[in-house]
Structures are given as structure tokens and as C-alpha cells.
């Protein structure tokens, strides 16, 4: 077969952006060399419909072995009783939570999208606002925290089927307990969705949900630094049938309803080769070596945090406790989408973000979203983020100096050499 060279050209310009620019984007990071190496192999040539040990396909004994030592793997990251690495992302994930345990028109309570929620916690767009009826909490307009009286309100008043926590944008810890008391007032399930802060919460830097949530959802490829996808996990309740019935009328295990959810409920096919990648990057995780990451992640976002604050930025809730701040540039008179236009002309990645209680578009957005995760993974500590926010706060203040921009341009990927990425390629 001739190669494409078209498309292996755009793939080694992509390495060389990687490689110049500062990545703030709070929810990318840089996977090891073996994770991508994985996703390249002829695990991606079988099909295995099913799960190990019970396919619908012949030949399956192989990927079971990996797809296995994936699943170990995961329940021993967070001490899970269940766990499904099945999800092609973490939307599917979140997808197959509600299809086993919700019927179309129940009503779901989540994080409002415009406060840092995600699409997929009920948002009018997506699936999960069409199907079912969604309900939302928000965070208080001086604190920026969630605000858990008003979701107890609403729980009680309304008595949704399903309360989900966990964010896109929200830079502070959760109160599990807290949500489960509230849910089981009114019987309710609760699924945490970690995509974001499932590293920091692996390593006991952050609370656990596993003790107090039904369901736990997360993306692989965000802090825990694996391959694109998602997965489900289920701690101690999963014993629990909940009283959920069949139409023929028998109690299900929870986990048979997780597992059929996602396969043949919503995916067919199981990505084996990112599977296999996702088995090797819970081994990474396992290290001392992530440890240290994790570690590093926290106290980079702090850092980063106080240099922002320092030069009279506003952190939405004054801070942060995991691996990413909401700025409000509302007093500093520059757009989100603006200044995510003017940093990507000076190689610095950024994401514009509604703040709570927006005045402008989500096209517009008076915020940006900022994260350490890939900058730590690329050698980062605290003593660098002062130079960053420098930069940062140097292009808010004059964004339409070309050469200003063009000059921080040239400081970004000179600092950005001393940090090699995929020195391999
Ligand atoms: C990123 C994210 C997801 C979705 O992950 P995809 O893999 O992009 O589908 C779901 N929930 C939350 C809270 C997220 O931040």
C-alpha cells in the first residue's frame, strides 16, 4: 500500500505544536510513549463484542488477557469493587449510567453547565437533557462553592431519580457524603463523574467518592494521563440490586445492568487497542513515580493559583484545591474568546469558560479555564508558573500588540525546549 504521506505530515505537525506551546487546557495531558504505542498495534484488528470470558466472537483469548489486567488494574487505582473500561469516552460512560438505571422522562439533578457542569449531566443539547428531565444546582455568586442547600431543596421538592456531581470547571473539592445524605432522603442514586480529578483523587489528594456514590464515571485520557476513553466504576454499593426489575420481573445486579448498559445497551465493539492502553496507563498510575505527579499537579495549580491572584486576577472560589482554575476577566476588560485568540498566537493553549452567573455568550464567555496536568507532565514545577501568568497577564493587558505577541511567542518555545516531549519521535 503507498503510505499518506498527506496525513503523516499534518500528524508530525501536530508533534512540533505540541512540542513549542505552553498546554493549559485543563482537560488534555500527554499520554507515555507505550500508551500510544498500545493504540498503534493490531489489538485494534478484533472485534469482542462481550466481555472477557463471555464474547460473541471466537478468538477473543487474547484481548481477554489484556482487557482483564485493565479492569484489575482500575479496581485496585481506587480500591473499586466493579469496574467497566469499556466506554469510548466519558460522555458513553456517563450514557450508560443513566440507560441502566434511568427510563426516558426521569429526572436527573446536576451541576448547571453554565456554572462549570458538563453537557452530559443534562444540558438541553445533549442526550442526556432530551431524554431525560433535567434538573440543576448551581454555586453561590459570592462564594463560587456549590451551593448544597439549594440541590437538597430541589431534590426534596422535585425527587429526581439520579443526582450527579462532578464538573468541568469547578477547581474545588466535593462533599460526597453530603450528596448521598441527600439522596437517600428520597431514595435517589448518585453518580459521580471524576473525568477530571480521577488522578488526584487515585493518589488521597482529593476526597473519595467510592464510599459514598452509587456510580463513579471518569474519562481515561485527563489526569490519568491514558489513552482517549472512558470507563465505570462501582465501590461496595454495586452488591446492591437497588430493587431494580427486569420486565420479567427478576432483581438485577447492578454491575449485569452497568456491563449491558454500555454493551449492547449503547456501543458495540470494544476498542481492544485502547484498552490495552488503558491497562498500561493504570500500570503507570500505580508508580511512586505518578505519585509524584499528582503531587506536583496540586502544587502547580496552587502556584499558579497565587500568581494570578497576586497580579489582581479573580479565581472563581478564591482558588483552587485540584488541577485547574476558573479566571473571571471581567475586571481586567478582555473577552474569553478574546484572550484565547490572542494566547494561541503566542503558542500558549487556553479555553475560553463561562463564569457562574455569565453576562456574556458561551461563544464569548468573560473566563477562561486554566490546568496543569499536561504542563507537570511535561517537567513543569512551581517555581515556572510565575513566568507563565507573566506572559498570560502581559497579552491580556496590551492583546491587540502584534509584536508584544509575536515576542512572547519566541520566549514560550525557546522555555518550552528545556522540556522535551517525545524525544523518541
Ligand atoms: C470531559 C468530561 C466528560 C466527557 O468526556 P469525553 O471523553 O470528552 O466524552 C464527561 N464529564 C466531565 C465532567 C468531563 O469533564
Redesign the pocket.
Known amino acids: 500500500m503507498q503510505r499518506d504521506q498527506q496525513i503523516f505530515d499534518i500528524i508530525r505537525q501536530e508533534l512540533e505544536r505540541q512540542r513549542h506551546g505552553i498546554e493549559l487546557i485543563a ?1 488534555e495531558n500527554f499520554t507515555s510513549l507505550q500508551v500510544m504505542q498500545a493504540m498503534g498495534t493490531v489489538m485494534t484488528n478484533k472485534y469482542a463484542e462481550g466481555y472477557p470470558g463471555r464474547r460473541y466472537y471466537g478468538g477473543c483469548e487474547i484481548v481477554d488477557q489484556s482487557e482483564q489486567l485493565a479492569i484489575d488494574r482500575a479496581k485496585q487505582i481506587f480500591g473499586a469493587a466493579y469496574a467497566n473500561v469499556q466506554p469510548h ?4 460512560a ?1 450514557a450508560a449510567v443513566m440507560l441502566a438505571i434511568l427510563q426516558p422522562g426521569d429526572k436527573i439533578l446536576g451541576l448547571d453547565l453554565s456554572m462549570g457542569g ?1 453537557l ?1 449531566h443534562g444540558a438541553s443539547v445533549n442526550y442526556s437533557g432530551k431524554l431525560y428531565q433535567p434538573l440543576f444546582y448551581g454555586v453561590n455568586r459570592e462564594s463560587g462553592l456549590v451551593e448544597y442547600d439549594k440541590m437538597e431543596e430541589i431534590a426534596v421538592k422535585e425527587k429526581p431519580k439520579l443526582i450527579v456531581c ?3 470547571a469547578y477547581s474545588r473539592d466535593w462533599d460526597y457524603k453530603r450528596i448521598r445524605a441527600i439522596a437517600d432522603q428520597i431514595g435517589a442514586f448518585v453518580m459521580a ?1 471524576i ?2 480529578p480521577a488522578g488526584m483523587i487515585a493518589k488521597g489528594l482529593l476526597n473519595s467518592p467510592f464510599e459514598h456514590c452509587h456510580f463513579v464515571t471518569t ?1 481515561t ?2 489526569t490519568l494521563r491514558g489513552p ?1 476513553g ?1 470507563m465505570i466504576l462501582m465501590g461496595k454499593d454495586f452488591e446492591n440490586p437497588f430493587g431494580l426489575k427486569t420486565p420479567k420481573g427478576e432483581i438485577r445486579m447492578m454491575s449485569s445492568l452497568i456491563d449491558t448498559a454500555v454493551f449492547p445497551g449503547i456501543q458495540g465493539g470494544p476498542l481492544e487497542h485502547v484498552i490495552a492502553a488503558k491497562a498500561i496507563s493504570f500500570f503507570e498510575i500505580l508508580t511512586d513515580e505518578y505519585t509524584a505527579y499528582a503531587r506536583q499537579m496540586q502544587q502547580n495549580a496552587q502556584a499558579m493559583a497565587k500568581a494570578f491572584t497576586d497580579k489582581g486576577y479573580q479565581i472563581v472560589s478564591g482558588g483552587t484545591d485540584n488541577h485547574l482554575m476558573l479566571i473571571d476577566l471581567r475586571n481586567k476588560n478582555i473577552s474569553g474568546k478574546k484572550a484565547e485568540q490572542t494566547f494561541v498566537k503566542a503558542d500558549i493553549t487556553i479555553n475560553k469558560n463561562m463564569v457562574p452567573f455569565d453576562d456574556k455568550s458561551a461563544f464569548v464567555t468573560s473566563g477562561i479555564r486554566v490546568g496543569v496536568p499536561a504542563i507537570t507532565t511535561r517537567g513543569l514545577t512551581e517555581t515556572h508558573m510565575p513566568q507563565i501568568v507573566e506572559w498570560i497577564d502581559q497579552l491580556i493587558m496590551d492583546a491587540d500588540n502584534e509584536s508584544l505577541i509575536t515576542s512572547v511567542r519566541g520566549e514560550v518555545n525557546s522555555f518550552m525546549q528545556q522540556f522535551p516531549l517525545y524525544p523518541e519521535l
Open positions: 482537560s469516552s466519558g460522555a458513553q456517563n458538563h452530559t462532578g464538573a468541568s463523574d473525568a477530571h474519562t485520557h485527563k482517549r472512558g
